[in-house]
């Protein structure tokens, strides 16, 4: 079976997006040479049946709302995504995606209390440093309890531009 990538080279760096027939499977910040052994390791554990190959229009309707959404006329994605990992980090990510609005944020202790565990902020915190889908999954809006800028896997540079570009006027 066969999983299909391409690089876009975003406003905030290069991103990898691997998708399947259907649907968006992975994107993250990195070159897939840069990402190849991350990649590796992750095929390993959720895919080890199949391969990737270049195919860019394969993953073309994600880099076409991921353009819309830097050039400001995209707050929502529309294209199918599945999120791959374990039951926690899903659940996680799910509320990542549905409390946390374009141009808002939110804490930690926010999304642990949005699924119920609101002693598991650290663990949120984890499964939010796993993020399989960057953008689409808003981990970029998550913020300390204070409200200062805290860790992303992408860097805080380009935390600061996307909630930056989420505060413009539309």
Request: proline share 6%.
């Amino acid at each position: 079976m066969t999983l299909y990538y391409d690089e876009w080279h975003s406003p905030v760096g290069t991103m990898l997006i691997v998708g399947d027939e259907k649907k968006i499977v992975r994107m993250e910040y990195g070159s897939f040479h840069s990402m190849n052994n991350k990649m590796a390791a992750w095929l390993k554990r959720y895919f080890p049946d199949r391969h990737l190959v270049h195919r860019p229009e394969q993953v073309g309707q994600a880099k076409r709302e991921l353009q819309e959404y830097f050039q400001g006329t995209r707050g929502e994605f529309s294209f199918p995504f599945e999120l791959y990992g374990t039951p926690f980090q899903k659940q996680i990510w799910q509320a990542l995606y549905d409390f946390i609005p374009y141009g808002q944020t939110a804490a930690y202790k926010d999304i642990a209390q949005a699924i119920g565990k609101p002693k598991a902020v650290r663990a949120a915190g984890g499964a939010v440093n796993k993020n399989p889908i960057s953008i689409v999954i808003p981990c970029h809006r998550v913020i300390g309890a204070d409200g200062k800028m805290v860790g992303y896997g992408g860097g805080l540079d380009k935390k600061e531009f996307l909630l930056a570009l989420e505060k413009r006027p539309g």
